[in-house]
């Protein structure tokens, strides 16, 4: 297994990380041994990772920061960067690797003071790695303050740091950033290509593993959650079946305060799980004795911990609306695909009574219009419009047509 394995339908961006992972440790080694450094490389200090979502950005960009990591023995005798076993590549790919920093959007945005620490660490050689890897995984969500302190650190980078931004697009990420980066477009996965990587990474049975990807449409993360989490599937199941409920005013309300109650019940679960150990391990860092007082002064560190845990909780529960939403607009896409004669590209075969069935009793028009409101509601959710409003009006807009 090397590190690129979870790349799914990737063979591109694999071979130009490959070159790039070799060019880098040849670098690395000309400059241990007081060599100059080669005349051409393909390693550079900035790159830009793009892609849809499930695409897998993140994964290529943790798998290079493995790959240049790498401290296989097989190196020396020509082999390539990336061989998944090495205490490097295993520790940058679970997060524990010292001289590999990740940053993530904890709410709508990364602050600048989520980015102060690790613009600082920019600039130290590596502790104990090859090279000190930088990776911001929503760069997207960046703030002109927090954007403006990535710029001047990818302007003037250390020498042995590398950055790995990650966002939807090019557009997403200033321009000034974006053109120090190298840019890397990932592309969605066929169907086949995830289905087969859910039977040969996870041992789920060929039908599911099928059924899964083509009902994600090539989402990678969401088609493995899918074929092994029973309550994914369960939800996923209620939310197909909600636009056959919104026949009435009262119904479409109802609906909309269940999908914001599920979601807020993935919100709950995921705190229970992180926020309580959080809080315990920082009481104890800040030397409180159990069940005791804070020391004097910890107040405002304990006040930003909450802060922290609040953003993220708002974000995970507009996550999971945001993935109701998705499977809502592949309902409706196979609904449309139907009013048009096109059966080929059913995403959601266990469903199909349902969308015979709105596809009789409405036209192509109307069911763009609902598209249409589904990408309303989400727009609206991204403008921090309250979940509850903004689910009220797509499912009236539904019911409506």
Not at 150 to 169: D, I, M, N
Not at 174 to 189: F, K, M, W
Not at 223 to 233: G, M, S
Not at 369 to 386: Q, S, T
Request: with cysteine.
């Amino acid at each position: 297994m090397t590190v690129w394995d979870d790349l799914v339908g990737q063979e591109r961006v694999s071979e130009v990380l490959t070159d790039a992972a070799r060019d880098a440790d040849a670098l690395v080694t000309a400059a241990a041994a007081g060599r100059p450094a080669p005349e051409t490389s393909k390693m550079t200090h900035a790159w830009l990772f793009t892609g849809p979502p499930g695409a897998g950005r993140n994964q290529a960009a943790r798998a290079f920061a493995a790959a240049l990591q790498c401290v296989s023995p097989d190196r020396a005798l020509g082999g390539v960067p990336g061989c998944g076993f090495c205490d490097g590549c295993h520790t940058a790919l679970v997060g524990t690797h010292a001289d590999v920093s990740s940053v993530a959007a904890v709410g709508a945005e990364i602050l600048v003071k989520d980015m102060r620490d690790t613009v600082r660490k920019s600039y130290t050689a590596p502790a104990t790695g090859r090279w000190q890897v930088i990776l911001v995984e929503d760069a997207e969500r960046l703030n002109e303050k927090s954007a403006n302190a990535v710029l001047k650190a990818v302007e003037e980078p250390a020498p042995r740091t590398v950055w790995l931004l990650c966002a939807p697009s090019v557009e997403d990420v200033l321009p000034t950033i974006r053109s120090r980066c190298r840019h890397l477009n990932l592309t969605t996965p066929s169907v086949q290509a995830v289905a087969d990587m859910l039977v040969r990474r996870e041992g789920i049975e060929p039908e599911v593993a099928a059924s899964a990807a083509r009902a994600t449409q090539g989402h990678v993360d969401r088609a493995r959650r899918l074929a092994t989490d029973p309550a994914a599937r369960a939800r996923r199941a209620a939310v197909l079946k909600l636009p056959l409920r919104l026949d009435e005013i009262g119904a479409c309300l109802k609906a909309a305060q269940e999908l914001v109650d599920a979601a807020a019940e993935d919100a709950k679960q995921l705190a229970e799980e992180t926020d309580g150990k959080e809080t315990e391990e920082l009481k104890t860092a800040l030397g409180a004795a159990e069940g005791g007082r804070l020391p004097r002064g910890t107040a405002g560190v304990m006040k930003d911990l909450e802060d922290m845990q609040k953003r993220r909780r708002t974000r995970t529960q507009r996550d999971s609306l945001d993935v109701a939403l998705t499977d809502l607009t592949g309902f409706y896409r196979d609904v449309l695909a139907l009013q048009l004669g096109s059966r080929v590209a059913i995403a959601n075969g266990d469903a199909e009574e349902a969308l015979d069935r709105l596809a009789r009793a409405g036209s192509p028009e109307a069911t763009l219009r609902r598209i249409e409101a589904i990408a309303a509601c989400r727009d609206a959710l991204d403008r921090n419009v309250a979940p509850l409003l903004a689910v009220e009006a797509m499912t009236m807009a539904l019911r409506a047509g």
